[in-house]
């Protein structure tokens, strides 16, 4: 089994920063991707940011500019660095990560519990 732990969610005023930590743990093989995802009340659940094995990393076009993935391989972590905060980044954000057991096999997709982040104006 996989688990997946964020951190990191919080209150903070608009212009404001969080840092998101994501941490697997479990019996992983191989990560192939992680990435951030969020979804605000009666919204749709959307992509933030994503970053592959082979460093390829994707953002929503809505935090290009402001937030920052990265991912620590040796420690199966990911951050999600967000800065100039704003009230519709208020959401709860999850990590997902797909990755592939010891000795082989297929790539399955694990999701994190989600964190709460909440931006005031």
């Known amino acids: 089994q996989v688990q997946l732990a964020e951190s990191g969610g919080g209150t903070v005023q608009a212009g404001g920063s969080l840092r998101l930590s994501c941490v697997a743990s479990?019996?992983?093989?191989?990560?192939?991707?992680m990435a951030w995802y969020r979804q605000a009340p009666g919204k749709l659940r959307e992509l933030v940011a994503s970053?592959?094995?082979?460093?390829?990393?994707n953002y929503a076009d809505s935090v290009k500019g402001r937030f920052t993935i990265s991912r620590d391989s040796a420690k199966n972590t990911t951050y999600l660095q967000m800065n100039s905060l704003k009230p519709e980044d208020t959401a709860v954000y999850s990590c997902?990560?797909?990755?592939?057991?010891?000795?082989?096999?297929?790539?399955?997709?694990?999701w994190g519990q989600g964190t709460q982040v909440t931006v005031s104006s």
């Open positions: 479990g019996s992983i093989g191989s990560v192939y991707a």
């Open positions: 997902a990560a797909t990755i592939q057991p010891p000795g082989g096999g297929p790539f399955r997709n694990y």
């Open positions: 970053i592959m094995n082979g460093g390829g990393i």
